[in-house]
């Protein structure tokens, strides 16, 4: 992906309202307790670095997702 393509941060209001959108429901905590969570949390680099771990799908319906996680 090159710079131009990257992907616009959300602030975490928004990244609630995403992941509502795919279908996260809030039963294990509200969505206030997410959207401070997200406000002091970062598990960016430790999710980044599991990733390594697993290869992508190159073709297909697929393409680019994580195979067998």
Do not use: W
Request: with cysteine; hydrophobic share 30%; net charge positive.
């Amino acid at each position: 992906m090159g710079i131009k393509e990257l992907k616009p941060k959300l602030t975490s209001e928004e990244q609630i309202k995403h992941l509502k959108e795919k279908g996260i429901k809030f039963s294990i905590c509200t969505e206030e307790e997410a959207k401070d969570y997200l406000d002091y949390n970062n598990n960016y680099f430790k999710v980044s670095s599991f990733r390594k771990n697993y290869s992508k799908i190159p073709y297909g319906e697929n393409a680019c997702k994580f195979r067998l996680i």
